[in-house]
């Protein structure tokens, strides 16, 4: 694949397109700079003709702009997490108020952030129970506000303090920028196995949606049966899904996302089939499914999940804070010096004379991909050759 994404076309102050929002810590984070507001002409230059000069200029840097994807991100922590959330660059309720205001405090003091207006950390945490169903609902708000806030982005990535990027941004919108934009990129199958009678079946409640403190779900003594109505699938719960397949969630014209909300609200770990079973059960959107969740884990036995080989992935999980492998990433993938953001064709500072090259920066469109980009293309051709794609879509 090959596509030039270089312009030396002026850029005028945009807003990136990325957004995070906190499960313990929200923060909304946006990946592309994007304009939501274009200058006048009159604010650009006061004689016609460099007026019609730079709209000129401005054209083509729009058209240009078009090609690239814009990507929104969900970061989400918690307790003790902000550390990692500063690296990674959303605490829930269960972090202190002193952590979600050293992560504030951090989002300000970064010019670029304050610059791009980027990041948007969530004033008010969300409280969030292992195992239940506000997880969901503090994904959904965070979907939410990034509609109404930043509207104007492709994919949505779900990301957590225990994630950690594999491939540069450059890279990945490069890759990204050749798939159609109505494919969701979510690992499903409707072989719930062990889930049926460990996950489907049993009916819990979630304090979290009643209580203002954290508690553990609460288990009925009785069961359920498998629902009639709609299948269920069950997959990874991190994803890399379309803003349009995620209006529909939120909004619910036909009321199948509404009713499955209210159906996994008593769900086990539903981040793990929601999504799944909405895009699966709808006409419009169950032939998009990629059946990938882009993320590299490593199962071991009994059940953890630590990065071994990446083999494609642009994210991996589940690391430990401080975990000297992301050192070794930063260094050896990323390219990324320390504290200092990961170098892309944004960056135009001397990286000799300056500690770090992002410091200076041109051009925010613009997108320089290196050779690591080909192990994610791969892996997208494979996902999307015959005999995977519609073969293992939603079955």
């Known amino acids: 694949m090959k ?121 008010k945490p969300d409280l969030v129970t292992y195992k239940g169903p506000t997880i969901i609902a503090s994904t959904l708000h965070g979907i939410a506000l990034l509609l109404k806030k930043a509207p104007h982005w492709d994919w949505l990535i779900n990301l957590n303090a225990s994630d950690y990027p594999l491939l540069s941004h450059d890279n990945l919108l490069h890759i990204f920028s050749f798939l159609p934009r109505d494919l969701n990129c979510i690992e499903h199958t409707s072989n719930t196995g062990w889930k049926e009678h460990q996950r489907a079946r049993p009916i819990i409640i979630d304090p979290g949606l009643y209580h203002s403190k954290k508690f553990g779900v609460y288990w009925a003594k009785e069961k359920r049966s498998v629902p009639s109505s709609f299948k269920l699938f069950t997959g990874s719960a991190w994803v890399v899904l379309t803003k349009s397949f995620l209006e529909f969630c939120v909004w619910g014209w036909d009321n199948l996302s509404r009713t499955l909300l209210m159906y996994y609200t008593n769900f086990v770990s539903s981040p793990e089939g929601y999504f799944h079973t909405v895009i699966c059960n709808h006409k419009d959107y169950q032939n998009t499914a990629i059946n990938h969740d882009l993320r590299y884990i490593r199962w071991d036995n009994p059940p953890k999940q630590h990065p071994d080989d990446p083999v494609g992935a642009p994210f991996a999980r589940k690391f430990t804070k401080d975990d000297p492998v992301l050192n070794k990433i930063d260094k050896e993938l990323l390219r990324r010096s320390d504290g200092h953001f990961t170098p892309g064709g944004w960056c135009i500072g001397n990286p000799v004379l300056e500690k770090d090259p992002c410091a200076v920066y041109g051009n925010a469109i613009v997108v320089k991909p290196t050779l690591q980009s080909k192990e994610l293309e791969k892996l997208l051709v494979k996902l999307l050759d015959s005999e995977n794609f519609r073969p293992k879509q939603c079955q």
């Open 3 to 123: 596509r030039n994404h270089n312009s030396h076309f002026h850029h005028w102050p945009r807003k990136l397109a990325m957004v995070i929002p906190i499960v313990t810590i929200s923060i909304l984070f946006l990946s592309l700079l994007l304009p939501l507001t274009k200058p006048s002409p009159s604010s650009l230059s006061s004689s016609s003709s460099s007026s019609s000069a730079t709209w000129s200029s401005l054209n083509s840097t729009e058209e240009l702009e078009a090609s690239l994807p814009k990507l929104a991100y969900i970061l989400s922590g918690s307790k003790g997490e902000g550390a990692q959330l500063k690296r990674l660059l959303h605490l829930n309720l269960e972090a202190s108020n002193a952590e979600r205001l050293v992560l504030a405090k951090y989002v300000k003091s970064q010019t670029m952030f304050t610059t791009f207006g980027n990041v948007l950390v969530v004033g």
